[in-house]
């Protein structure tokens, strides 16, 4: 089993950067893909990104891509996710999440593709 602790969010201004980081501890090599989804109040999960932990192959949302970035250090078991420009819509409780396996596109936007999560860190942007 993977655990995941996720730390960097925080309040900022509209047109900021914030970077998050997913620590992961415990089997991470068993460790295929890591994701990070958000959730606003009164809203659905919403998957933000993905990358697998081997190949660095990346998936992006529509709504953030050409902003949010996703990298991981294998050296470290960490996925980074860095945002730039952030808007007031991407205000949410931001979660990691992990699987063993390399995973789809398609099987990347369902949260129930993914074994572990972490309890998640909050983005507030103010406009």
């Known amino acids: 089993q993977v655990q995941l602790v996720e730390s960097g969010g925080g309040l900022v201004r509209a047109e900021d950067s914030l970077r998050l980081s997913c620590v992961a501890s415990?089997?991470?090599?068993?460790?295929?893909?890591v994701a990070w989804f958000r959730q606003a109040p009164g809203k659905e999960r919403e998957f933000v990104a993905a990358i697998r932990w081997y190949s660095g192959i990346t998936y992006y949302a529509d709504s953030v891509k050409g902003r949010f970035t996703i990298s991981r250090d294998n050296t470290k078991n960490t996925v980074n996710l860095q945002l730039n420009m952030l808007k007031p819509d991407d205000t949410a409780l931001y979660y990691c999440?992990?699987?063993?396996?390399?995973?789809?596109?398609?099987?990347?936007?369902?949260?129930?593709?993914?074994?572990?999560w972490g309890q998640g860190t909050q983005v507030t942007v103010s406009s």
């Open positions: 999440a992990a699987v063993s396996t390399p995973i789809t596109p398609t099987q990347a936007l369902i949260p129930s593709a993914y074994s572990a």
């Open positions: 415990g089997r991470t090599r068993s460790t295929g893909t």
